[in-house]
T-cell receptor
Framework: TQLLEQSPQFLSIQEGENLTVYCNSS?????LQWYRQEPGEGPVLLVT?????EVKKLKRLTFQFGDARKDSSLHITAAQPGDTGLYLC???????????FGKGTKLSVKP | DAGVTQSPTHLIKTRGQQVTLRCSPK?????VSWYQQALGQGPQFIFQ???????QRGNFPDRFSGHQFPNYSSELNVNALLLGDSALYLC????????????FGSGTRLTIV
């Protein structure tokens, strides 16, 4: 059973386009984290959201945590080839609890 | 400031063998977690160590065991290897009680033939 569903699974876009990746669950999480992973590397933390309804911005990336703390979205504005990678969302229950990952969204941004 | 260091980077084993993977956490971190990432999947939690004890465990069989040393480094041991154990094994560290996410290593790519 996949507790965190990510969509879309694959996304191929042109440089300059906008995109949104979704992370949905029927479970409540105390926090939700977004990671980016490149081939042959471990995931790198982008952001942690904790409060329902919270919005965080990281340059061209905007992260939102749902009001009920069950879902999240990642929006990228004016995508660049350097944004290419696997985007993973991960939910945590409790402080430093184990992370439950989605399967990821594989993003390819073509110049 | 060194991040999380894992060794070896790649490993090939045959079915039935045993393997030990190693992890040094980020400086200042005291908690180590291990994850298994199969091809095309997100990482799956194996277990977490703090103060040299297993603090949490995921849904993995007893063939998977671990250890944490006084210097916070950790080992993951897998016995009686199966073809399905082929995966990227990731180590992640954090400091218990501090907010924020985990720092992941680059992983060990384990191939069972």
């Amino acid at each position: 059973t996949q507790l965190l569903e990510q969509s879309p699974q694959f996304l191929s876009i042109q440089e300059g386009e906008n995109l949104t990746v979704y992370c949905n669950s029927s479970s409540v999480f105390s926090s939700l984290q977004w990671y980016r992973q490149e081939p042959g590397e471990g995931p790198v933390l982008l952001v942690t959201v904790v409060t329902g309804g919270e919005v965080k911005k990281l340059k061209r990336l905007t992260f939102q945590f749902g009001d009920a703390r069950k879902d999240s979205s990642l929006h990228i504005t004016a995508a660049q080839p350097g944004d290419t990678g696997l985007y993973l969302c991960a939910g945590a229950r409790g402080s430093q609890g184990n992370l439950i990952f989605g399967k990821g969204t594989k993003l390819s941004v073509k110049p | 400031d060194a991040g999380v260091t894992q060794s070896p980077t790649h490993l090939i084993k045959t079915r039935g063998q045993q393997v030990t993977l190693r992890c040094s956490p980020k400086s200042g971190h005291d908690t180590v977690s291990w994850y298994q990432q199969a091809l095309g999947q997100g990482p799956q939690f194996i277990f977490q160590y703090y103060e040299e004890e297993e603090r949490q465990r995921g849904n993995f069989p007893d063939r998977f065991s671990g250890h944490q040393f006084p210097n916070y480094s950790s080992e993951l041991n897998v016995n009686a290897l199966l073809l399905g154990d082929s995966a990227l094994y990731l180590c992640a560290s954090t400091q218990l009680g501090q907010p924020g996410g985990y720092t992941f290593g680059s992983g060990t790519r384990l191939t069972i033939v």
